[in-house]
């Protein structure tokens, strides 16, 4: 029997985002005046032109704080993907289930030393966060951060090894 889920995890705005929506905003418009009142008059349609380039610049840029993170649980294999303003999609890792070290929540995790990759790939609310730590053909030790829903939790314990399973179970039973 397949194994398949997939979870979409909307990142929340943190002020950084809305200080840089707010800078993104105050350039383009400050450009845009710029470009209608400095450029000679007899240029007006391309004074005009170079008003909408920028502002449809300044949205683009804008639209690229909106970030989306997708967990695709495949059998045995989990993909981390982040989707940037629903355009534009970058692959973060990839792991075999069966070849974690470690899983559970953030609160439960161990510390790890300095030669570990860490990838976020959370909403950043510090509510309902997972790890998972395993070793990565490219990146050497992996800790992944993430903020899966229940259903893909329990798709992920079952793919776990053994002895990680039975000991994830013990801990939610004595958190519980």
């Known amino acids: 029997m397949d194994n398949f889920r997939e979870c979409l995890v909307r990142k929340r705005n943190t002020s950084s985002d809305t200080l840089k929506r707010a800078g993104i905003g105050v350039l383009c418009a400050l450009l845009a005046a710029a470009a209608v009142l400095f450029i000679p008059l007899f240029l007006f349609p391309f004074n005009l032109a170079a008003a909408i380039a920028i502002f449809y610049g300044g949205y683009y840029f804008m639209s690229n704080t909106n970030v989306e993170y997708e967990y695709i649980l495949t059998n045995d294999e989990i993909d981390f993907d982040k989707i940037i303003a629903k355009r534009k999609r970058k692959r973060l890792v990839t792991a075999k289930i069966s070849t974690f070290e470690n899983f559970g929540t953030l609160k439960e995790a161990p510390s790890v030393s300095d030669d570990y990759t860490t990838v976020k790939a959370d909403d950043c609310s510090g509510e309902n966060e997972y790890f998972c730590d395993f070793k990565h053909a490219s990146f050497g030790n992996v800790r992944v951060i993430f903020t899966p829903d229940e ?8 793919s776990l090894p053994g002895p990680l399973k039975t000991e994830y179970k013990r801990r939610r039973l004595l958190n519980k």
């Not at 259903?151 to 314990?157: H, L, Q």
Request: glycine residues 0%.
């Open 151 to 158: 259903e893909m939790v329990k798709a992920i314990e079952m």
